[in-house]
Structures are given as C-alpha cells and as structure tokens.
C-alpha cells in the first residue's frame, strides 16, 4: 500500500494522501509533461516543415492546399504552351525557308518570341509571387501567341501548296455560292458548350435546300451519317488531299462515284451537331486540316 504524505510550513501538521489521491497524483506527473510535448515541442518542428499551413484550422489547411494545387495547374499549362510555341516557330522559320519566304517578312516578328530574351534589369526592391489572376492572363497571351502562329503555319503551307505539283488539283473554288463566316475556322469559343475549342473548317450559313458543290474533281469517299457532321460527304482528290462537307439534308452523290469540280453533290441542312442551317466545308492533306480561306483567296 502506497500513501504519499505531504508536509509544508504553511500546514499545521503533514497530510497523507490516500491510495486513490496518490495513484491521481502520479497519472498527472507523467501525463502533464506528455500533452505539453505533444502541444507545443510537435508542432513546432511541423511549423518549420509546413509553414502557416500546420497550425491552421483544418478547412482553411484544405482551402490553401487547393489553391496551390490550382497555381500548380496553370504553371504545368504555361509550360505546355511555352513547348508548343516553340516547337512551331522551329517549323514556321522551316517552313518559310521552304516557301522563299524571308525571316524579315514573317509576319510572326510582329510578335516577341517567347525564346527571346530582351535586356532587362534593375533592382530589386519587391518581390511577390504571381497571383493566379496573373496566371490566368499569362495563358491568355500565350494562347492568342499560339492561335497566331498556327494561322501563320497555314498561310505558309498554302503558299506552298500553290507552288508545287499538287497545285492543279487543289479544291480552290467555293462548295456554295454565299458568303463564309470568315472567323469560323480555327480557335473560336464553341456555340454549343461555350468552352474554347479549335474549329477545323469554315462555315458557310444558307437556307436548307441550297445546293453544295464539289470544290474539284475526285472520288466520293464517304457518304454517311454521323452524330457530329450529321449527312457528311467526303471527296477525295488524290495525293492525300480531301474536301468534307458537313450538316446537309440530303446527299446528291454515293460513296464510289467520280465527280467533277462544280458539280452538285449535296443540299445544305441542319444535321447532327449543329445550331441551324449551314454547310461545314474542311479541306485536309493527309488527315491534317487546312485553312480553305487560303485557297479561296488565292483562286478569287
């Protein structure tokens, strides 16, 4: 049996503890020095480790970690962009080369080069981590950097089109006799889901029932119905390129048959996906979209 017997001059005379007194007493030496450990030794070598973050609450800990994650997100995307832009100025200035198009004549120099470093300097007297407002601008200016060097490569290719022995079979005249949406093709913000999205032809609006022509001569290869292109006819006009004409109500020609440039081969609709009546017209080499504004300018 345990008794603990305390004595003080304060006290007139000493006091035994109980067995229940002593076992408490005890318990509390060695828990006390437990929780203040745990209190205020941890979280101090987590605080140098994790900054704020650790001795947050838990939700404002969660809030900040999504915040972070989100600025991770847009930094990995400024440097997707950042490798695509550059990936296209190497093939424009190729491109170019090939076209006889001088280095001082691209029209890309209207622009600074993200891998072009002008003088700069001074010092330094705030320094502050870019915002994610700051973030999203940057992507925005890289994005209108990227659109214009992709309308750029078009242009080249197009020159060179014209210029080699694919020129005479190129699909130069236009598939209806109204006006394009001269915007329509490229980067655009799509009419259905809102979202940003790269359109890969023009369109051209029209009452239902207006005819669609051949752009040039070839060989029908696809006439079918699809959930996208809704009635699509694709023509084939050798050496890899195609024109595709998307959305009409009804489809003159079949899969197989030859057609002559200026033919009428289809009737403009309002099929799969789309918002009224229009032709969509693509013209691909190799499975690649082209530009159809270049030809068409270049015909007229």
């Known amino acids: ?75 990995k995307q400024i440097g997707e962009l950042q490798a695509r832009i550059l990936r296209l100025d190497a093939q424009n200035q190729r491109l170019s080369k090939l076209a006889g198009i001088k280095s001082s004549a691209e029209p890309i120099n209207e622009r600074t080069s993200v891998n072009e470093t002008l003088g700069q300097g001074g010092p330094l ?33 197009a020159k060179l089109l014209l210029k080699s022995v694919l020129s005479e079979m190129l699909p130069n005249s ?36 207006t005819p669609v022509y051949a752009a040039a001569d070839g060989i029908v290869s696809t006439a079918v119905q699809t959930s996208d292109y809704g009635n699509l006819l694709k023509i084939d006009h050798g ?9 009409n109500s009804r489809l003159l020609v079949k899969a197989g048959e030859r057609v002559i440039k200026g033919q009428k081969v289809a009737l403009i609709g309002s099929t799969g996906r789309s918002t009224g009546p ?16 270049e030809y068409l300018r270049n015909h007229s």
């Open 239 to 247: 050496s890899g390129l195609e024109t595709r004409y998307a959305h």
């Open 1 to 75: 049996m345990i008794n603990i017997i305390i004595v003080s001059e304060k006290m007139a005379k000493p006091k035994t503890l109980g067995i229940f007194e002593s076992v408490g007493l005890i318990l509390a030496l060695i828990l006390v020095p437990v929780v203040l450990t745990l209190f205020f030794i941890t979280p101090q070598q987590v605080i140098k480790s994790q900054g704020v973050k650790a001795i947050l609450p838990p939700h404002l800990r969660g809030a900040m970690l999504s915040t972070q994650s989100h600025l991770d997100a847009y930094a």
């Open 278 to 293: 229009h032709l969509h017209y693509e013209i691909r080499l190799n499975g690649n979209p082209l530009d159809p504004r």
């Open 125 to 157: 007297i705030k320094d502050a981590p870019l915002t994610e407002d700051d973030l999203k601008a940057t992507i925005e200016q890289m994005s209108a950097d990227l659109d214009f060097r992709d309308e750029y490569q078009g242009k080249i290719e």
């Open 174 to 209: 236009s598939p209806v006799d109204v006006a394009f949406s001269s915007s329509s093709y490229g980067w655009r913000i799509d009419p259905m889901s809102g979202h940003r999205a790269f359109h890969e032809g023009l369109d051209f609006p029209a009452a239902s029932g």
